[in-house]
């Protein structure tokens, strides 16, 4: 046998008129619909295994993982493969001289080995390959859509076997259709990795917020309730239900206070800066206690307007001048319209 090499001139091997013609079309359709459904990779990448084994007597197929270290290669199916050999070659390190595989990841381009018995790029594994039977190893990288490797799609056999053109246009159309199921699979799983630490950071900043000894709220433009944080809830004694309900303004504040505001809140909101107000606030024992409530306009991602509250208890009889006599001029104009 001549000794393998890398295939520089792939491009030059004119292409097949079309997939379905290499390809039983039905059976593509099968593959695609199952990585759009969402099927587990391994049942995706078994199919797409089994779908190019049909198409050559003899032929048993493998798919090799590139690990996130971007160096060792883990076997994500290898049904048809024997044991031992699955063993002795799982988790490879990629480079110019391990095998068909490794080779293929480490060159980023197809590697055909007609006979392993002889090619120098399989001292290393020849005779775990020898013994399990196999003699040709033909491979190509699996790459991602802005080219980088995903791994390896491997074709054996247990005879000496040169890839004819057609056969090297049926393992690159298998490693395109590979390819789609391992970057789609990957993307899912950043996905959900990503939005677990969104929660993760979500509920250890609840964490935080609860134990803030101020009562802080967020609220919507109508005034409904949206979050507070457990230091309302412990005042109030009202449960999470109860303070989003639409009337727990009504519930928790001074008859004379809700409708001194409702009548401020127009002009003070419309400013669209901090601002800040004395309430009193019903606690849970049936007193009312004068708070400072400091607002803060803010937006949500989606652009709509939020409103921050941060409630501040005064002392007894405590009042705060300034904002009265702002407040009292707000009033004033409210009597007017």
């Known amino acids: 046998m001549a000794n393998a090499k890398a295939s520089p001139n792939l491009e030059a091997i004119p292409p097949s008129p ?12 099968d593959a695609l619909k199952m ?5 587990p990779l391994d049942q995706v990448l078994t199919t797409i295994t089994r779908l190019i084994e049909a198409h050559s007597t003899g032929m048993l197929c493998s798919i090799f993982l590139l690990d996130d270290d971007s160096l060792h290669l883990r076997y994500g199916v290898a049904a048809g493969l024997p044991e031992a050999y699955r063993a002795a070659t799982d988790g490879i390190c990629i480079g110019p001289d391990v095998g068909s595989c490794g080779t293929a990841a480490y060159l980023r381009r197809p590697v055909f080995v007609s006979d392993i018995a002889s090619d120098p790029k399989w001292v290393k594994f020849r005779d775990f390959a ?26 054996y056999y247990r005879e000496v076997r040169q890839p004819g053109p ?5 393992i690159d159309y298998a490693s395109r259709i590979a390819g789609i199921a391992i970057e789609r699979d990957r993307s899912q799983t950043a996905l959900t990795r990503a939005f677990e630490e969104i929660e993760k950071s979500e509920g250890q900043l609840r964490h935080i917020v609860d134990a803030i000894p101020q009562m802080i709220a967020v609220l919507n433009p109508e005034g409904t309730v949206l979050y507070v944080n457990q230091t309302v809830l412990d ?9 989003m309900a639409k009337d727990v303004c009504y519930r928790v504040s001074n008859s004379e206070d809700v409708a001194r505001f409702r009548c401020e809140r127009l002009e003070l909101f419309s400013r669209e800066v901090p ?10 024992d049936g007193q009312y206690r004068w708070f400072l409530i400091h607002y803060n306009p803010l937006l949500d991602d989606q652009g709509r307007e939020l409103t921050s509250m941060i409630a501040s208890k005064l002392k007894r009889g405590h009042a705060t001048r300034t904002w009265r006599c702002e407040s ?7 009597l007017r319209t």
């Open 18 to 29: 079309s997939l379905a013609q290499i390809l039983p079309s039905d059976a593509v359709l």
């Open 35 to 39: 990585i759009l459904l969402g099927a």
């Open 130 to 155: 020898l013994q399990s039977g196999l003699r040709a190893a033909w491979s190509t990288p699996i790459l991602s859509h802005d080219g980088k490797v995903l791994g390896t799609f491997g074709m």
């Open 328 to 334: 009292k001029s707000i009033v004033s104009r409210c």
């Open 275 to 284: 601002f800040q107000t004395e309430k009193r606030v019903l606690r849970k």
């Open 235 to 243: 005042y109030t004694g009202l449960a999470i239900e109860e303070v």
């Open 166 to 170: 057609g056969e090297i246009q049926l």
